[in-house]
């Protein structure tokens, strides 16, 4: 399996401008996280989906965000418009269904936005 | 909610030096508790984990944590470092309700050699 598969892998883009983050989770997993991670804030949770459902979207930062997942192998995350507090690394990650002692997440690879 | 504690922030050691991270969280239920390491510029991968039974984990690279639950700790541990352990080290958990992985601010260790 190629694990989850995040793009773009840098994204650098000028304040007002729309960003699509994109993110392929492993095949087979149901449930799919968005994190940020910062040098001040750490590793923050985003949203979380479970079966493309969104169940969790407490942490997105305000309306600017959105995240969808369409489908079971395909999620995006948009800043809409971005500005240069949204830089950071945003990470991807998706898990099994926890019927067992396989619900680890694995992440992707993320994203580094820079917005100038 | 939960939340996660790694009380370490900085750790710089040298080769051979033993090396002991702290994490402890905050629920009184069932917990599921994990290790995440990110080596420099690379995403994070599972060093260890724990969900039931022996509370002395191993994982991989020698590492090894113990869940101590009346501490509420599961402190990561490795004997010797090496130079090729310079990373940031991530506790996480999830607690009886929840599918959602909370993690610690986590703990840069930089190794010289």
């Known amino acids: 399996d190629a694990g989850v598969i995040q793009s773009p892998r840098h994204e650098v883009t000028e304040m007002g401008q729309e960003v699509t983050l994109r993110c392929k989770p492993i095949s087979g997993h149901n449930s799919l996280f968005w994190y940020r991670q910062t040098m001040m804030r750490g590793l923050e949770l985003l949203i979380y989906f479970n079966n493309n459902v969104p169940i969790d979207d407490s942490g997105m930062p305000e309306d600017r965000f959105s995240a969808k997942m369409p489908n079971a192998s395909f999620s995006t995350l948009k800043i809409q418009p971005s500005e240069p507090r949204d830089s950071a690394v945003y990470f991807c990650a998706s898990s099994p269904p926890p019927t067992g002692p396989n619900t680890e997440a694995f992440f992707g690879q993320g994203t580094r936005l820079t917005v100038v | 909610a939960q939340s996660v504690s790694q009380h370490n922030h900085h750790v710089i050691l040298s080769e051979a030096a033993s090396l002991e991270l702290g994490c402890n969280y905050s629920?009184?239920?069932?917990?599921?508790l994990f290790w995440y390491v990110q080596y420099p510029g690379q995403h994070l991968q599972l060093l260890l984990k724990y969900f039931s039974g022996d509370p002395l984990v191993k994982g991989i690279k020698g590492f090894e944590a113990e869940f101590i639950k009346s501490k509420f700790s599961f402190n990561l541990r490795k004997p010797s470092v090496q130079w090729s352990d310079t990373a940031e080290y991530f506790c996480?958990?999830?607690?009886?309700?929840?599918?959602?992985?909370?993690f610690g601010r986590g703990t840069s260790l930089i190794v010289h050699p």
């Open positions: 629920y009184g239920g069932t917990v599921n």
């Open positions: 996480a958990v999830i607690t009886g309700g929840s599918y959602i992985p909370t």
